[in-house]
């Protein structure tokens, strides 16, 4: 594990559109631990931590195994808030090894719950819309029925559970389709994709809210800030899109002539299925006075810049 130099990385300007709510607890007066530190969410939560003058404990794969009670336990001892970001993600491959996402998903969360309550410190569980079926036509509530299609899915929705149950003091933020700087997502991928091809056949029918991972680590640290209360909470944009209407989007943002059109799921079929529907209300953020993150359209245009940086000659 590393510790960060209290000295702060310079602060990101103010960003009106991401909101910025009255503060309860300064960040910089807790002690963090976020943990899965080497994934793209983590990388932009340590910088928005930094930038906050937060002492922050990073953890990657290397330094601790979510599955190991011990190393866990000692993990989170002299921290307020742990943030777990550690995730099995490879959505088709859980299939066939279901059982090794439950132990990162799940198992892991459960420790990772058992000992902060043991601890005393307040938990941050990482979540997904793949808890859901994605039939739904209006944006799911935070307290919607949970039923996952998929294994990945299933092992999320365990590890929630599992949170709910070790440790009372806990925040779930639930989010989707995430991209960002510091990792593979769809927007890098595109943008390579329209530099060699003259058309790009994108699915239209599966709806959702692109995210940028720095929104999601800036809303992260404002409901914690916010000391807001124990529940379920969704770290996604505003509005909806599909598939298809953002990489328009991207492409526009290019300016190069590669056309999109658009297809359907059954032209891409994977192994796991995806939701077709992945919106997520955000009603509980405004009930305890946090500004959810902006429209994505919005979000996107500040975020392209630094997401596509060596992506595009």
Same mark, same amino acid.
């Given at each position: 594990?590393?510790?960060?130099?209290?000295?702060?990385?310079?602060?990101?300007?103010?960003?009106?559109?991401?909101?910025?709510? /009255? %503060? +309860?607890? =300064?960040? *910089? $007066?807790?002690?963090?631990? &976020?943990?899965? !530190?080497?994934?793209?969410?983590?990388? #932009?939560?340590?910088?928005?931590?930094?930038?906050?003058?937060a002492?922050?404990?990073a953890?990657?794969?290397?330094?601790?195994?979510?599955?190991?009670?011990? /190393? %866990? +336990?000692? =993990?989170? *001892? $002299?921290?307020?808030?742990? &943030?777990n970001? !550690?995730?099995?993600?490879?959505?088709? #491959?859980?299939?066939?090894?279901?059982?090794?996402?439950?132990?990162?998903?799940?198992?892991?969360?459960?420790?990772?719950?058992?000992?902060?309550?043991?601890?005393?410190a307040?938990?941050?569980?990482?979540?997904?819309?793949?808890?859901?079926?994605?039939?739904?036509?209006?944006?799911?509530?935070?307290?919607?029925?949970?039923?996952?299609?998929?294994?990945?899915?299933?092992?999320?929705?365990?590890?929630?559970?599992?949170?709910?149950?070790?440790?009372?003091?806990?925040?779930?933020?639930?989010?989707?389709?995430l991209?960002?700087?510091h990792?593979?997502?769809?927007?890098?991928?595109?943008?390579?994709?329209a530099?060699?091809?003259d058309?790009?056949?994108?699915?239209?029918?599966?709806?959702?809210?692109?995210?940028?991972?720095?929104?999601?680590?800036?809303?992260?640290?404002?409901?914690?800030?916010?000391?807001?209360?124990?529940?379920t909470?969704?770290?996604?944009?505003?509005?909806?899109?599909?598939?298809f209407g953002?990489?328009?989007?991207?492409?526009?943002?290019?300016?190069?002539?590669?056309?999109?059109?658009?297809?359907?799921?059954?032209?891409?079929?994977?192994?796991?299925?995806?939701p077709?529907?992945?919106?997520?209300?955000?009603?509980?953020?405004?009930?305890?006075?946090v500004?959810?993150?902006?429209?994505?359209?919005?979000?996107?245009?500040?975020?392209?810049?630094?997401?596509?940086?060596?992506?595009?000659?």
């Open positions: 594990m590393t510790t960060s130099d209290p000295a702060p990385a310079p602060a990101r300007p103010a960003d009106p559109a991401a909101g910025t709510p /009255a %503060v +309860a607890v =300064a960040a *910089r $007066d807790l002690r963090w631990l &976020v943990v899965g !530190a080497g994934g793209m969410l983590a990388h #932009d939560l340590l910088d928005v931590l930094r930038g906050r003058s002492s922050v404990v953890a990657g794969r290397a330094e601790l195994d979510v599955t190991d009670p011990d /190393a %866990v +336990a000692a =993990a989170v *001892r $002299d921290v307020d808030v742990v &943030v970001c !550690a995730a099995w993600t490879a959505v088709d #491959d859980a299939e066939t090894h279901e059982a090794e996402a439950f132990a990162v998903n799940a198992t892991g969360a459960a420790l990772l719950a058992r000992a902060s309550a043991a601890a005393g307040r938990l941050v569980q990482v979540s997904t819309d793949y808890v859901f079926d994605g039939r739904a036509t209006s944006p799911y509530p935070e307290d919607a029925p949970l039923g996952p299609v998929s294994a990945y899915g299933r092992t999320k929705g365990a590890g929630e559970w599992a949170v709910r149950a070790e440790a009372p003091d806990h925040l779930i933020v639930r989010t989707a389709w991209y960002g700087a990792g593979g997502c769809f927007p890098k991928t595109m943008a390579r994709l530099a060699e091809r058309e790009l056949s994108v699915v239209d029918d599966q709806v959702g809210q692109p995210t940028w991972t720095h929104d999601l680590a800036d809303l992260v640290v404002r409901l914690v800030e916010a000391q807001a209360p124990a529940g909470y969704h770290g996604t944009s505003s509005g909806q899109t599909s598939w953002f990489t328009r989007r991207i492409v526009e943002g290019l300016g190069v002539d590669t056309r999109v059109e658009p297809t359907t799921s059954e032209a891409f079929v994977r192994p796991a299925p995806r077709a529907f992945s919106v997520l209300g955000h009603d509980a953020l405004r009930a305890v006075g500004e959810p993150i902006g429209e994505w359209d919005a979000r996107w245009e500040v975020a392209a810049p630094a997401v596509l940086a060596g992506e595009v000659a």
